[in-house]
């Protein structure tokens, strides 16, 4: 079974551009998350999608942040503009179930703002 | 308070050691909670989940104290390869959204 697959797996910015990151969670899977980890740091979620909708964006810095999963399956994150502080992995995960069941993570996307 | 709370260490025992991590969580309505292991510049995967009062997989032992609201985690007779980040993960109990809290992580390492 394929796992979770994100792209690009590193990039290099400068503060104030924007960035784009992909996610394809395992098919099937309803439920998808983007976590943000800063070294040291546990992974902080950002945004949840069940299917296409948004469950929970509460940590989501929205003046910059933006996700969708327009068809319930793949999902885009972006950052625009980049702030010096963004520096960190950005992980997708996903879950069959959106309930008291584990997450399968994707190998991330390693963000350097510069 | 935190929702989760981790010892961030680093753990640093020998070889054959045992150890063993302790994360507490504020929320009671929480029902099961996930230790994960993550590798240096690596993904986080699942190591054990935790449903009852507590798990067993060979060397690892997960013990869940709803009263005190603290999760441990035991791993006996350490080897190099345990050498990682341990996150201990707890679900927002009182949502129906199923988000994943996790924690600090707590770090390992294990010296021959």
Redesign the interface.
């Known amino acids: 079974e394929a796992g979770v697959a994100q792209s690009p797996r590193y990039k290099i910015i400068e503060k104030r551009q924007s960035v784009a990151f992909w996610c394809n969670p395992i098919s099937g899977h309803a439920t998808l998350y983007w976590y943000q980890q800063i070294l040291g740091q546990g992974p902080k979620l950002l945004i949840q999608f069940q299917n296409n909708g948004v469950v929970d964006d509460s940590q989501l810095p929205k003046d910059r942040f933006s996700a969708e999963r327009l068809k319930g399956v793949d999902s885009t994150l972006k950052i625009q503009p980049a702030k010096l502080e963004d520096s960190a992995v950005y992980l997708c995960a996903s879950s069959p179930y959106y309930k008291n069941t584990e997450a399968f993570f994707g190998q991330g996307t390693r963000l350097t703002v510069v | 308070r935190k929702e ?1 709370e ?1 010892d ?1 260490g680093p753990f640093n025992v020998p070889e054959g050691a045992t150890v063993a991590f302790n994360c507490t969580y504020s929320n009671s309505a929480s ?2 909670f ?1 230790w994960y292991r993550q590798d240096c510049r ?5 190591l054990m ?1 935790v ?1 009852s009062s507590g798990n067993e997989d060979g060397r690892f032992t997960a013990q869940l104290n709803r009263a005190s609201q603290y999760i441990s985690l035991l791993i006996r007779d350490s080897k190099l390869s345990d050498s990682a980040t341990y ?1 201990c993960v707890v ?1 927002h109990g009182s ?11 707590t770090t390992l390492q294990v010296k021959p």
Request: charged letters at 15%.
């Open positions: 989760v981790q961030p029902q099961s996930f690596k993904e986080p995967k699942l989940s449903y996150l679900p949502s129906n959204t199923g988000k994943l809290i996790f924690g600090q992580g």
